[in-house]
């Protein structure tokens, strides 16, 4: 059984003008130590999957249709809140898109990790490195001695003067680095990471990404990694799901589905990643625009943008079709070739 298994999973999300079909039947399994990289356009539902996870999105907006999502075998959307309560933080651990809002701009940074690390404390002692019971001055103590180490860890200078700044006082990339100490505090088994580094600038980010793979590497967590960035991917990742508006459209190995993308979407998205020797004017965009999720195309719905489409396209949600020992691939045309 693997640590994360999302199945067939359907939500809609009202809005104004109707009820968009924001995933549509999406599977996804993660295990321990694998690096999931969720690729794909703006508004396909990377976020949402994320936070479905989480159980972080409000009812309504979001309406669930169909399908599960169980963590080490216990049915999330069956969970309640004090359950979900009890594994945020801890055995799940999250980065959410923009860091800016994310850190309490009037509370220092040791005191916003004091309150993670306490909440993580509460439901497993062990993790302050204290008994059953312990005082409250003794976990408070535990806790911010934790949030010093953490501090330490991701690679704050002087962590122990630092750890009573505020926010403001700290740089956009170690903003970033507290967020992943907080998500790790806790000691999680797996790190929903939702563009962990769009905000910082290159250099930064590729130190930002070194740290995460490091300390995967050195505690052996499941990441689930959302960015729309083909490099990042490559850098770090283990295994790829590509999505396209609610639905993944080809999933594997990385290096499988770089070498050999089979869905034409996979391969729009890596045809249009810059790289140092594209020749100016070479990169290859992807012609029309996601469609609209409140009157979705039938069938496949990449097939309005699609070259290989035919009538079939439009007719059933094409099924995965292994095309590797770990890489599958949901299109006709590779249905047909396979
Ligand atoms: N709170 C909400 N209320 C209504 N619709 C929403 C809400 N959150 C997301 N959506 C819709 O769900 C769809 C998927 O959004 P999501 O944020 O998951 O996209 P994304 O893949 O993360 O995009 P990006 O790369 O821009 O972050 C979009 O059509 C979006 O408009
Ligand atoms: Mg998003």
């Known amino acids: 059984m693997a640590l994360l298994e999302i199945d067939n999973l359907h939500l809609a999300m009202r809005s104004f003008d109707g009820e968009a079909q924001v995933l549509n039947g999406i599977s996804l399994s993660v295990d321990k130590g694998q690096v999931w990289g969720?690729?794909?356009?703006?508004?396909?539902?990377?976020?949402?999957?994320?936070?479905?996870?989480?159980r972080l999105l409000a009812s309504p907006p979001a309406r669930y249709f169909g399908g599960a999502i169980r963590f080490d075998g216990q049915d999330l959307m069956q969970a309640d809140e004090a359950a979900m309560r009890r594994l945020r933080g801890r055995r799940i651990g999250m980065i959410f898109q923009d860091p800016t809002t994310n850190l309490n701009p009037v509370f220092r940074i040791g005191e916003q990790m004091v309150d993670v690390a306490l909440h993580a404390g509460a439901t497993d002692p062990a993790i302050l490195g204290l008994p059953q019971g312990a005082p409250r001055r003794a976990r408070l103590a535990a806790a911010r001695q934790l949030a010093i180490r953490m501090l330490d860890r991701v690679g704050i200078p002087k962590a122990v003067d630092r750890v009573d700044d505020y926010p403001h006082q700290f740089s956009g990339g170690m903003r970033q680095r507290v967020l992943i100490a907080m998500a790790l505090i806790g000691k999680p088994d797996l790190l929903i990471a939702d563009e962990p580094t769009t905000a910082l600038d290159v250099s930064v980010q590729a130190q930002i990404l070194q740290l995460l793979y490091d300390l995967v590497g050195?505690?052996?967590?499941?990441?689930?990694?959302?960015?729309?960035?083909?490099?990042?991917?490559?850098?770090?990742?283990?295994?790829?799901?590509?999505?396209?508006?609610?639905?993944?459209?080809?999933?594997?190995?990385?290096?499988?589905?770089?070498?050999?993308?089979?869905?034409?979407?996979?391969?729009?998205?890596?045809?249009?990643?810059?790289?140092?020797?594209?020749?100016?004017?070479?990169?290859?965009?992807?012609?029309?625009?996601?469609?609209?999720?409140?009157?979705?195309?039938?069938?496949?719905?990449?097939?309005?943008?699609?070259?290989?489409?035919?009538?079939?396209?439009?007719?059933?949600?094409?099924?995965?079709?292994?095309?590797?020992p770990l890489h599958s691939v949901s299109c006709l045309a590779v249905g047909a070739a396979a």
């Open 218 to 324: 050195e505690e052996g967590l499941a990441v689930l990694l959302i960015t729309h960035n083909l490099g990042v991917v490559a850098q770090i990742c283990s295994h790829v799901a590509v999505m396209y508006a609610g639905n993944i459209v080809e999933s594997g190995d990385v290096r499988s589905v770089f070498k050999q993308p089979g869905h034409p979407y996979t391969r729009a998205l890596l045809a249009a990643v810059p790289t140092v020797q594209s020749v100016r004017g070479a990169l290859q965009d992807l012609p029309g625009a996601v469609p609209d999720l409140i009157h979705p195309p039938p069938g496949c719905r990449f097939a309005p943008r699609c070259a290989l489409a035919t009538p079939a396209c439009a007719q059933a949600l094409p099924a995965p079709v292994p095309v590797g």
């Open 38 to 54: 969720l690729v794909g356009e703006t508004g396909c539902g990377k976020s949402v999957t994320g936070l479905s996870v989480a």
